[in-house]
């Protein structure tokens, strides 16, 4: 996986063509929805073929989201992926607790990446993040927060959202990825919601559909404006040690050299 992953494409898992589809889309990593994308009475089915699928390695790391950790299909699913060299981590869907993510961290070796959906689990959002050294990042399922929270207007989940961003950070995890703009359609909206959330401190986004990901990595991307600047602060810092003042008036000092790093460590993805 890249060191900073920007796309997320998930695909249902009862569809394996789509799944060989979205394999070359061209997404950093491909989550198999086994889920909510997936009827209750094709859990089975979709199980089955996203094994199948998973039993050798792929050409895109490949995480699956399998059922609640408190649901009636969530012991199968780990059953039968927790260990093939296909799958590169488990999106854990519905965490409310850091027990739940322990209970299925001692079951597999994978990398686990917990959701986190309602107003219970924002409120755990730091000590889920903090859960067990398996868990390598935490992210929000919109859909959910927005029906258990009642919300309307999207401001209205500029909280929860900055919350999950700093528990992220807090446990010492990655920036957390924006969930899924649901109008595949229309892509000028989608562009302008991941400004949003980069301005917020999300990192990349989750996308369903291979359209969405070219938008959705140019949002997150630095622009040639921000590189320059970066360029800059690293050269500066090369030559004095210690805060200084850059001619055009900017500060500089460790934090702003780091996040000057981090720019050009994204750039490097061009």
């Not at 699928?53 to 989201?65: K, S, T, Y």
């Not at 780091?258 to 750039?267: C, E, F, H, K, V």
């Amino acid at each position: 996986m890249r060191p900073f992953p920007l796309t997320w494409l998930y695909v249902p898992g009862d569809r394996p063509h789509v799944v060989a589809k979205a394999l070359a889309a061209g997404a950093d990593v491909v989550v198999v929805d086994l889920e909510d994308a997936v009827d209750p009475d094709r859990k089975e089915y979709a199980r089955a073929a996203t094994a199948e699928r998973l039993g050798e390695a792929q050409p895109v790391p490949v995480h699956v989201r399998v059922n609640a950790p408190d649901g009636p299909w969530a012991a199968a699913d780990l059953a039968a992926l927790a260990t093939l060299p296909g799958v590169s981590g488990l999106r854990l869907p519905k965490v409310v607790s850091p027990h739940q993510v322990r209970q299925v961290a001692v079951s597999t070796p994978l990398p686990l990446y917990a959701l986190l959906e309602s107003a219970l689990a924002i409120e755990h959002a730091y000590a889920i993040a903090g859960a067990h050294s398996s868990l390598r990042g935490i992210s929000l399922g919109e859909a959910d927060l927005r029906a258990d929270l009642g919300v309307r207007a999207d401001a209205g989940l500029d909280w929860p959202r900055s919350r999950v961003i700093v528990a992220a950070r807090a446990a010492g995890l990655p920036p957390p990825p924006q969930s899924v703009h649901p109008d595949i359609r229309d892509l000028d909206a989608l562009a302008a919601s991941c400004a949003r959330g980069r301005a917020l401190g999300f990192l990349g986004r989750a996308a369903i559909h291979p359209r969405q990901l070219p938008v959705i990595e140019r949002a997150y991307l630095p622009t040639a404006a921000e590189i320059e600047q970066a360029e800059t602060v690293i050269k500066a810092a090369a030559t004095t040690e210690g805060a200084q003042a850059l001619p055009d008036g900017r500060f500089v000092d460790a934090a702003v050299v780091a996040a000057a790093r981090r720019t050009l460590s994204l750039a490097r993805r061009r």
